[in-house]
């Protein structure tokens, strides 16, 4: 892999790990499912009108979009808007890598390696380190559940996607987005009502819902446009095993931007459990290397007749 698609992979990281600074702005201004709602749906009317419909059954598009889309932006906005710490939350999505793992084993029949069965085994217990100190958190344990879920929504979504197959992924992460707009917006008029939702654009209005729009802006172009479209185009000319192993800079981004920007200073306990998340995915996504092929035998003298 040569060094500027290196570069590139760790710029996607540190894009994706400021996600979560703007999506925190977001939620400043606009409630939960509200917030993601519009993070959809300036993105799927420009879909509609000027990409092509990616070349695959309906079903997994619409998996995609119900995976990836509606419930993993659901619990995620929602975690955070109740307490979830901003960093913590770049961590604890992270599980998304092992809930994919055990549920390729479990519905799609993937063969779940030795490797692969430790390293979810040490994010799990990683996840249970980090779990355990939200317990004596003031927002309680829920936001982590709800973070935890948000996980695995992604990883329905990841089998959703693998199934589709699309011969350009982009396209395919593109009109995804298509899906989530409406079932979000009507989450949002029976959860948080006409009035906080009336609220919410009413006060979007002012000059202190800059921030709100700008983090919107940053999670629908440069987050999901730029940064998913930069790493599709690495993973179509890289093996997966060797591109993945750089979304884990993506919590420590998130830990970083936030202990600087928020002041979020995560518990040590808390950054033992995420030093154990990032090394089991790390370990699990590794590939066994190749074995060497045997050495060919030498060719035998030719007896010569005299």
């Keep these: 892999m040569p060094i500027r698609h290196r570069l590139l992979a760790v710029l996607v990281a ?15 201004i606009f409630p939960p499912f509200l917030c993601s709602a519009l993070r959809f749906l300036l993105l ?48 604890v999505l992270q599980s998304s890598a092992p809930f994919t793992v055990v549920l390729g084993a479990v519905l799609l029949g993937e063969r779940l390696s030795g490797r692969a069965a430790t390293g979810v085994g040490v994010a ?36 959703a996607a693998r199934r589709a197959a699309a011969p350009k992924p982009l396209h395919l992460t593109m009109w995804m987005t298509v899906v989530p707009p409406l079932p979000l917006l ?68 998130g830990l970083a931007l936030a202990w600087a920007t928020l002041g979020e200073v995560p518990a040590p306990l808390e950054l033992a459990g995420g030093v154990l998340v990032v090394g089991g995915v790390l370990w699990a996504s590794r590939q066994r290397p190749a074995a060497l092929p045997e050495p060919e035998p030498l060719p035998q003298p030719v007896a010569h007749r005299v």
């Design 124 to 159: 799990a217990l990683g996840m249970a380190v980090v779990g355990s100190q939200r317990l004596s958190a003031e927002a309680g344990l829920l936001p982590f559940v709800l973070t935890l879920l948000a996980g695995l929504g992604w990883a329905f979504g990841n089998l």
């Design 44 to 91: 799927a009317i420009p879909t509609v009108l000027l990409v092509p419909r990616p070349q695959v059954p309906t079903r997994w598009l619409v998996g995609y979009g119900i995976g990836f889309g509606i419930l993993q932006f659901a619990f995620l906005y929602l975690a955070m808007d109740i307490g979830m710490p901003t960093g913590l939350a770049s961590l």
């Design 186 to 253: 009507a989450l949002s008029l029976a959860v948080e009502g006409p009035e906080r939702i009336g609220a919410a654009f009413s006060d979007s209005l002012t000059a202190a819902a800059i921030p709100a729009w700008l983090g919107l802006a940053y999670t629908t172009i440069i987050a999901t446009v730029i940064g998913s479209g930069i790493w599709t185009w690495l993973m179509s000319r890289h093996p997966s095993g060797t591109v993945a192993p750089f979304s884990m800079l993506v919590p420590v981004t």
């Design 14 to 28: 540190v894009l994706w790990g400021a996600n979560f600074i703007a999506i925190h702005a977001s939620l400043a």
